[in-house]
């Protein structure tokens, strides 16, 4: 176990950027949409896979969350294109950890009605057949759900999330050498539920994320970037997550994230002070009941220049502002997939802004 290294990081609001459009994509075809799927782009296709929702009654009246194993693709090299349906998972998944590598979407972990998932498997594209194809990777060492995983170095790595035992294991798979999943050295600190795991050629980088305390009406909220050094397996604190608008504190919980061109981008989640309520148990008897605004869920893109150690913020436009969708790059184009507009409501909306715009407007 190496040893937890912190360093000093100035805490910084980011400096103000442009505002960044956002055109529309088709619908994903899931009625209501749904939250937290499995999502890349495998060639010109974008996949969407699983994912959860309340199709029936909300989640507000006591509805059931349903699982899925639906899975769609949308070509998006043909302007025109409509999603289309293809082969579905062998189980209905959502909060597993979906990582696109550059020949496929390796899927690893999440949970199910029944149980958190252990399992991984690799989704490629057969161009013969025109159809997704499934091969089966091995699997986690733990069942882990709501965790995050980047790509690097030909390894697969996942952290965060529910671990086995409350652990914070770090798993990586060498996907020349599939044999099995090395652990790597636990992440220090509290735990890290539905964090943003990115990572670059020298290093993972493990941001936000929340754990609910055992004991009841306690919780920790992380809002910082912790830094593991993939050649010396030391962990450091990179930097503080900024500010919103208001002053509040982030955490990114619900949100996602890419690395890019030296930076790490990140759009999406929860508000740090009405969720900490929440999970806590102290929000209002009337929680799922407020109009979206009330959540406060961010509505901006963040973007931390890891050579020059500083952050720039670009608002998005109303309407964005979701948590639990999934951020995916394909070339110079980002694109948010679904996700839920407030707690319990999902939605079918998938936008993209171009990478340009916030990395160099």
Known sequence: MSSYIVFASALCSGCGGSAVSTPALPDYPVTGGVSAPFAGCIGERLIVSGGCNFPDIPAAEGGKKVFYADTYGLRLSNPGAQWMPLTPLETPTAYGAGVQ???GLVCAGGQNDRSSLSTAFLLQWDESARQLVTSALPSLPVT???AGGAYTGGKVIVTGGNQTDRGQGVFALDLNRP????RLCDYPGPRRVQPIVLADEQALYLIGGFDAMQQEGTSELSTNVLRYDLGSGEWTEETQLPVDAEGV???LVGGSGVYADGCLILAGGVNHDIFRQAVEGKAPK????KPREWYKFNRDVLVY??????WTTHPLPAGTDKAGGVLVRRGNTLYMVCGETKPGIRTQEVFSFSLKEIIHP
């Not at 044999?179 to 090395?182: L, V």
């Open 101 to 103: 590598v550059p020949y």
């Open 144 to 146: 882990i759900d709501n």
């Open 179 to 182: 044999d099995g999943w090395q």
């Open 249 to 251: 504190p982030r955490c």
């Open 286 to 289: 009337d929680y799922l009941k």
């Open 305 to 310: 220049h890891l050579q020059e150690r500083r």
